[in-house]
């Protein structure tokens, strides 16, 4: 099993900043970040996998936030990616979660607990 965790949420003034870290107890192809206002469906932020591809956002972030990922070698079983967030809105406010994709198959197996991000006007 996968652990995943996700730290550096908190409360911020819009227009200000935060970063969001992840952590997996595997080497990870892909990293994303989701977020989910309750009530409304979990919905994907950022994107980014190995291979050099570029990465992908939500165009809700685009030019706001920064997805990065730390490679690691093969054979450490570490993973680590961070979500840089800036000018952030009040409709950032949601829990954020950290998810991997082991093997770039498309699919997101292993999530975060999630951490809170609170952005008030």
């Known amino acids: 099993q996968v652990q995943v965790a996700e730290s550096g949420g908190g409360s911020v003034q819009a227009g200000g900043s935060l970063r969001l870290s992840c952590t997996a107890s595997?080497?990870?192809?892909?990293f994303g970040w989701f977020r989910q206002v309750p009530g409304n469906e979990r919905e994907g932020v950022a994107k980014?996998?190995?291979?050099?591809?570029?990465?992908?956002?939500?165009?809700?972030v685009k030019g706001r936030f920064t997805i990065s990922r730390y490679a690691f070698p093969r054979d450490v079983a570490r993973g680590k990616s961070d979500l840089q967030m800036n000018n952030l809105k009040p409709e950032d406010t949601a829990v954020y979660y950290c998810?991997?994709?082991?093997?770039?198959?498309?699919?997101?197996?292993?999530w975060g607990q999630g951490t809170q991000v609170t952005v008030s006007s």
């Open positions: 595997a080497n990870s192809n892909c």
């Open positions: 998810a991997v994709d082991l093997f770039a198959m498309g699919t997101f197996n292993y």
């Open positions: 980014i996998c190995t291979g050099g591809g570029r990465p992908w956002y939500a165009d809700s």
